[in-house]
Protein backbone atom coordinates (compact mmCIF):
# COMPACT_ATOMS: atom_id res chain seq x y z
CA UNK A 1 0.00 0.00 0.00
CA UNK A 2 1.52 3.22 -1.38
CA UNK A 3 1.90 6.44 1.71
CA UNK A 4 -1.15 8.04 -0.14
CA UNK A 5 -3.09 5.36 -0.62
CA UNK A 6 -2.71 4.85 3.17
CA UNK A 7 -3.11 9.05 4.01
CA UNK A 8 -6.24 8.74 2.16
CA UNK A 9 -7.89 5.71 4.07
CA UNK A 10 -7.03 6.79 7.43
CA UNK A 11 -8.28 10.62 7.09
CA UNK A 12 -11.81 10.92 8.98
CA UNK A 13 -14.89 11.33 7.14
CA UNK A 14 -16.40 14.63 7.89
CA UNK A 15 -20.17 14.00 9.38
CA UNK A 16 -22.70 15.34 7.82
CA UNK A 17 -23.94 18.91 9.60
CA UNK A 18 -27.31 18.12 10.86
CA UNK A 19 -30.11 20.71 9.91
CA UNK A 20 -30.69 23.82 10.93
CA UNK A 21 -33.08 23.84 14.44
CA UNK A 22 -36.09 26.27 13.96
CA UNK A 23 -36.25 28.79 17.03
CA UNK A 24 -38.98 30.28 18.55
CA UNK A 25 -38.84 33.78 18.50
CA UNK A 26 -39.63 35.75 22.05
CA UNK A 27 -42.66 37.70 22.10
CA UNK A 28 -41.27 41.15 23.94
CA UNK A 29 -42.63 43.73 25.34
CA UNK A 30 -41.57 46.44 23.08
CA UNK A 31 -43.23 44.47 19.88
CA UNK A 32 -46.23 44.44 21.67
CA UNK A 33 -45.73 48.55 22.21
CA UNK A 34 -44.87 48.81 18.45
CA UNK A 35 -47.75 46.95 17.39
CA UNK A 36 -50.71 48.79 19.67
CA UNK A 37 -48.51 52.11 19.36
CA UNK A 38 -49.05 51.57 15.50
CA UNK A 39 -53.15 50.68 15.19
CA UNK A 40 -53.98 53.39 17.13
CA UNK A 41 -52.28 55.84 15.31
CA UNK A 42 -53.57 53.92 11.83
CA UNK A 43 -57.17 53.37 13.57
CA UNK A 44 -57.19 57.18 14.44
CA UNK A 45 -56.11 58.97 11.30
CA UNK A 46 -57.64 57.65 7.64
CA UNK A 47 -58.78 54.02 9.41
CA UNK A 48 -61.66 54.46 11.31
CA UNK A 49 -63.50 56.95 8.17
CA UNK A 50 -62.48 54.33 5.83
CA UNK A 51 -64.39 52.00 8.40
CA UNK A 52 -67.55 54.19 9.31
CA UNK A 53 -67.94 54.18 5.04
CA UNK A 54 -67.10 50.21 4.94
CA UNK A 55 -69.31 49.51 7.47
CA UNK A 56 -72.60 51.93 6.45
CA UNK A 57 -72.40 50.87 2.40
CA UNK A 58 -72.43 47.49 3.67
CA UNK A 59 -74.82 48.23 5.75
CA UNK A 60 -77.10 50.14 3.56
CA UNK A 61 -76.80 48.18 0.00
CA UNK A 62 -78.81 50.82 -2.07
CA UNK A 63 -76.06 53.61 -1.74
CA UNK A 64 -73.03 54.01 -3.51
CA UNK A 65 -69.79 55.70 -2.19
CA UNK A 66 -71.43 59.50 -2.46
CA UNK A 67 -74.80 58.98 -1.16
CA UNK A 68 -72.94 57.08 1.89
CA UNK A 69 -70.59 59.75 2.22
CA UNK A 70 -73.85 61.94 2.43
CA UNK A 71 -75.37 59.90 4.83
CA UNK A 72 -72.38 59.85 7.42
CA UNK A 73 -71.71 63.53 7.03
CA UNK A 74 -75.59 64.47 7.93
CA UNK A 75 -75.21 61.68 11.27
CA UNK A 76 -73.02 64.15 12.50
CA UNK A 77 -70.51 65.94 10.03
CA UNK A 78 -66.62 65.66 10.57
CA UNK A 79 -67.37 63.56 13.75
CA UNK A 80 -69.51 61.08 11.90
CA UNK A 81 -66.83 59.70 10.25
CA UNK A 82 -65.25 59.17 13.61
CA UNK A 83 -68.30 57.27 15.17
CA UNK A 84 -67.25 54.83 17.66
CA UNK A 85 -63.65 55.72 18.01
CA UNK A 86 -63.03 56.50 22.15
CA UNK A 87 -62.68 54.48 22.89
CA UNK A 88 -64.00 50.88 21.30
CA UNK A 89 -62.08 51.12 18.24
CA UNK A 90 -59.23 52.44 20.95
CA UNK A 91 -59.87 49.46 22.28
CA UNK A 92 -59.61 47.21 19.64
CA UNK A 93 -56.77 48.46 18.12
CA UNK A 94 -54.49 48.15 21.32
CA UNK A 95 -55.08 44.62 22.00
CA UNK A 96 -55.95 42.75 18.83
CA UNK A 97 -52.45 43.25 17.47
CA UNK A 98 -51.20 41.28 21.15
CA UNK A 99 -53.20 38.63 20.68
CA UNK A 100 -52.55 38.40 16.73
CA UNK A 101 -48.51 38.79 17.45
CA UNK A 102 -48.97 35.77 20.23
CA UNK A 103 -51.10 33.27 18.52
CA UNK A 104 -50.09 33.54 14.92
CA UNK A 105 -46.40 33.68 15.90
CA UNK A 106 -47.54 30.27 17.73
CA UNK A 107 -48.87 28.70 15.31
CA UNK A 108 -46.22 29.39 12.57
CA UNK A 109 -43.54 28.63 14.72
CA UNK A 110 -45.81 24.49 14.97
CA UNK A 111 -45.89 24.63 10.98
CA UNK A 112 -42.86 25.33 10.18
CA UNK A 113 -41.37 22.30 12.84
CA UNK A 114 -44.07 20.31 10.91
CA UNK A 115 -42.44 20.95 7.85
CA UNK A 116 -44.47 23.29 6.17
CA UNK A 117 -42.99 26.16 3.81
CA UNK A 118 -43.20 29.80 4.22
CA UNK A 119 -46.30 30.33 2.27
CA UNK A 120 -48.11 27.40 3.98
CA UNK A 121 -47.07 28.31 7.81
CA UNK A 122 -47.95 32.03 7.14
CA UNK A 123 -52.00 31.12 5.81
CA UNK A 124 -52.24 28.59 8.61
CA UNK A 125 -50.72 31.26 11.64
CA UNK A 126 -53.03 34.22 10.09
CA UNK A 127 -55.62 31.80 10.14
CA UNK A 128 -55.06 30.35 13.75
CA UNK A 129 -54.30 34.42 14.57
CA UNK A 130 -57.40 35.94 13.11
CA UNK A 131 -59.77 33.26 14.86
CA UNK A 132 -58.18 33.95 18.56
CA UNK A 133 -58.33 37.78 17.77
CA UNK A 134 -61.98 37.62 16.88
CA UNK A 135 -63.50 35.50 20.08
CA UNK A 136 -61.08 37.60 21.75
CA UNK A 137 -61.49 41.01 21.39
CA UNK A 138 -64.05 41.78 18.11
CA UNK A 139 -67.37 40.39 19.90
CA UNK A 140 -67.36 43.30 22.57
CA UNK A 141 -65.95 45.78 20.06
CA UNK A 142 -68.15 45.38 17.26
CA UNK A 143 -70.92 45.42 20.00
CA UNK A 144 -70.10 48.47 21.48
CA UNK A 145 -69.47 50.45 17.68
CA UNK A 146 -73.16 49.26 16.95
CA UNK A 147 -74.39 50.96 20.34
CA UNK A 148 -72.61 54.15 18.89
CA UNK A 149 -74.65 53.96 15.91
CA UNK A 150 -77.70 53.18 17.85
CA UNK A 151 -77.19 55.84 19.41
CA UNK A 152 -77.26 58.69 16.76
CA UNK A 153 -80.41 56.80 15.38
CA UNK A 154 -82.39 57.59 18.67
CA UNK A 155 -80.73 61.55 18.45
CA UNK A 156 -82.34 61.87 14.84
CA UNK A 157 -85.78 60.84 16.27
CA UNK A 158 -85.76 63.34 18.91
CA UNK A 159 -85.71 61.05 21.40
CA UNK A 160 -83.66 60.95 24.80
CA UNK A 161 -80.43 59.44 23.97
CA UNK A 162 -79.54 56.84 26.33
CA UNK A 163 -75.85 56.48 27.83
CA UNK A 164 -73.31 54.19 25.92
CA UNK A 165 -72.95 51.75 29.20
CA UNK A 166 -77.11 51.80 29.78
CA UNK A 167 -77.61 50.96 26.03
CA UNK A 168 -74.42 48.26 26.41
CA UNK A 169 -76.91 46.56 29.80
CA UNK A 170 -79.56 46.97 28.13
CA UNK A 171 -78.32 44.40 25.63
CA UNK A 172 -76.89 42.49 27.65
CA UNK A 173 -80.64 42.17 30.08
CA UNK A 174 -82.31 41.31 26.98
CA UNK A 175 -79.96 38.95 25.19
CA UNK A 176 -77.41 38.23 27.44
CA UNK A 177 -73.66 37.24 26.33
CA UNK A 178 -75.12 35.99 22.82
CA UNK A 179 -76.76 39.56 22.27
CA UNK A 180 -73.07 41.04 23.34
CA UNK A 181 -71.46 38.91 20.89
CA UNK A 182 -73.82 38.93 18.40
CA UNK A 183 -72.20 37.83 14.22
CA UNK A 184 -69.34 36.83 16.09
CA UNK A 185 -69.17 33.71 13.84
CA UNK A 186 -69.39 35.64 11.13
CA UNK A 187 -66.15 38.06 12.63
CA UNK A 188 -64.35 35.08 13.25
CA UNK A 189 -65.06 33.43 9.41
CA UNK A 190 -63.67 36.84 8.29
CA UNK A 191 -60.76 37.33 10.32
CA UNK A 192 -59.47 33.67 9.65
CA UNK A 193 -60.14 34.34 6.07
CA UNK A 194 -58.68 37.77 6.57
CA UNK A 195 -55.52 37.43 7.85
CA UNK A 196 -54.77 33.50 6.39
CA UNK A 197 -55.29 35.29 2.95
CA UNK A 198 -53.47 37.91 3.84
CA UNK A 199 -50.43 36.64 5.58
CA UNK A 200 -50.30 33.84 2.90
CA UNK A 201 -50.63 36.33 -0.40
CA UNK A 202 -48.14 38.64 1.13
CA UNK A 203 -45.40 36.26 1.86
CA UNK A 204 -46.54 35.61 -2.02
CA UNK A 205 -45.46 38.82 -3.52
CA UNK A 206 -42.50 38.94 -1.25
CA UNK A 207 -40.98 36.28 -2.75
CA UNK A 208 -42.05 37.22 -6.24
CA UNK A 209 -40.25 40.44 -5.67
CA UNK A 210 -36.81 39.09 -4.50
CA UNK A 211 -36.65 36.87 -7.66
CA UNK A 212 -37.41 40.26 -9.24
CA UNK A 213 -34.73 41.67 -7.59
CA UNK A 214 -32.48 39.08 -7.27
CA UNK A 215 -32.37 39.76 -3.26
CA UNK A 216 -31.96 36.62 -0.96
CA UNK A 217 -34.11 35.73 1.98
CA UNK A 218 -31.71 37.53 4.07
CA UNK A 219 -31.87 40.57 2.41
CA UNK A 220 -34.13 43.88 3.16
CA UNK A 221 -36.88 44.56 0.89
CA UNK A 222 -37.00 48.59 0.60
CA UNK A 223 -39.75 50.51 2.41
CA UNK A 224 -42.01 50.35 -1.44
CA UNK A 225 -40.90 47.23 -1.98
CA UNK A 226 -42.95 45.86 1.83
CA UNK A 227 -45.85 48.54 1.31
CA UNK A 228 -46.25 46.41 -2.55
CA UNK A 229 -46.08 43.18 -1.17
CA UNK A 230 -48.27 43.72 1.69
CA UNK A 231 -51.18 46.07 -0.09
CA UNK A 232 -51.20 43.36 -2.67
CA UNK A 233 -51.88 40.76 0.03
CA UNK A 234 -54.26 43.52 1.64
CA UNK A 235 -56.06 44.19 -1.36
CA UNK A 236 -56.00 40.44 -2.60
CA UNK A 237 -57.55 39.73 0.91
CA UNK A 238 -61.11 41.61 0.13
CA UNK A 239 -62.15 38.50 -2.21
CA UNK A 240 -64.12 37.28 1.33
CA UNK A 241 -66.22 40.89 1.57
CA UNK A 242 -69.40 39.04 1.54
CA UNK A 243 -68.87 37.73 5.14
CA UNK A 244 -68.39 41.07 6.25
CA UNK A 245 -71.30 42.28 4.64
CA UNK A 246 -73.08 39.67 6.12
CA UNK A 247 -71.11 40.43 9.62
CA UNK A 248 -72.60 44.13 9.26
CA UNK A 249 -76.35 42.82 8.50
CA UNK A 250 -76.15 40.44 11.39
CA UNK A 251 -75.32 43.24 14.01
CA UNK A 252 -77.00 46.00 12.29
CA UNK A 253 -80.54 47.43 14.05
CA UNK A 254 -82.06 47.94 11.38
CA UNK A 255 -86.13 46.90 10.77
CA UNK A 256 -87.32 44.76 7.92
CA UNK A 257 -90.09 42.72 7.97
CA UNK A 258 -88.08 40.23 5.42
CA UNK A 259 -85.13 39.46 7.87
CA UNK A 260 -84.78 36.55 9.20
CA UNK A 261 -85.54 37.08 13.03
CA UNK A 262 -82.65 34.27 14.27
CA UNK A 263 -80.21 35.36 12.00
CA UNK A 264 -77.50 32.71 11.20
CA UNK A 265 -74.67 32.86 8.73
CA UNK A 266 -76.15 30.57 5.56
CA UNK A 267 -80.06 32.68 5.80
CA UNK A 268 -78.25 35.79 6.15
CA UNK A 269 -76.09 35.39 3.13
CA UNK A 270 -79.76 34.01 1.39
CA UNK A 271 -81.37 37.52 2.75
CA UNK A 272 -78.97 39.36 1.03
CA UNK A 273 -78.36 37.77 -2.00
CA UNK A 274 -82.10 37.64 -2.49
CA UNK A 275 -82.86 41.35 -1.43
CA UNK A 276 -79.62 42.85 -3.43
CA UNK A 277 -77.58 40.01 -5.41
CA UNK A 278 -74.16 39.80 -6.10
CA UNK A 279 -73.53 42.92 -5.87
CA UNK A 280 -74.98 43.93 -2.83
CA UNK A 281 -72.50 40.91 -1.11
CA UNK A 282 -69.70 42.96 -2.15
CA UNK A 283 -70.53 46.62 -0.71
CA UNK A 284 -68.28 48.36 0.29
CA UNK A 285 -65.13 47.00 -0.74
CA UNK A 286 -63.61 49.75 -2.33
CA UNK A 287 -63.09 51.79 1.13
CA UNK A 288 -61.70 48.38 2.63
CA UNK A 289 -59.19 48.00 -0.01
CA UNK A 290 -57.73 51.74 0.69
CA UNK A 291 -58.18 50.51 4.23
CA UNK A 292 -56.10 47.49 3.88
CA UNK A 293 -53.47 49.73 1.98
CA UNK A 294 -53.22 52.53 4.63
CA UNK A 295 -52.59 49.72 6.98
CA UNK A 296 -49.82 48.77 5.16
CA UNK A 297 -48.62 52.06 4.99
CA UNK A 298 -48.66 53.03 8.36
CA UNK A 299 -46.82 49.90 9.18
CA UNK A 300 -44.23 50.66 6.62
CA UNK A 301 -43.78 54.19 6.63
CA UNK A 302 -44.69 54.74 10.34
CA UNK A 303 -42.48 51.80 11.59
CA UNK A 304 -39.17 52.93 11.82
CA UNK A 305 -39.89 56.22 13.45
CA UNK A 306 -41.87 54.41 15.73
CA UNK A 307 -39.41 51.11 16.46
CA UNK A 308 -36.54 53.68 17.36
CA UNK A 309 -38.72 55.64 19.83
CA UNK A 310 -40.17 52.38 21.16
CA UNK A 311 -36.63 51.24 21.62
CA UNK A 312 -35.43 54.55 23.44
CA UNK A 313 -38.27 54.06 25.99
CA UNK A 314 -38.35 50.31 26.91
CA UNK A 315 -34.54 50.13 26.32
CA UNK A 316 -35.03 46.85 24.46
CA UNK A 317 -34.56 46.58 20.81
CA UNK A 318 -37.60 45.48 18.68
CA UNK A 319 -37.66 42.36 16.87
CA UNK A 320 -40.59 42.91 15.42
CA UNK A 321 -41.28 42.92 11.25
CA UNK A 322 -43.55 45.63 10.24
Not at 223 to 233: D, Q, R, V, Y
Request: charged share 20%; glycine share 12%.
Amino acid sequence: MSASMAIATSAPIPAAEPPSKLEKKPIKFSNLLLGASLNMFEVTTLGQPLEVIKTTMAAHRGDGFASALGRIWNRGGVLGFYQGLIPWAWIEASTKGAVLLFVASEAEYYARNAGANDFGSGIIGGVTGGVAQAYATMGFCTCMKTVEITKHKVASTGAKVPGTWSTFMGIYRQEGIRGINKGVNAVAIRQMTNWGSRFGLSRLAEQGIRKMTNKGEGDKLSALEKITASALGGGLSAWNQPIEVIRVEMQSKKDDPNRPKKMTVGNTFQYIYKSNGIKGLYRGVAPRIGLGVWQTVCMVAMGDMAKTYVEKLTGDEVTAKH
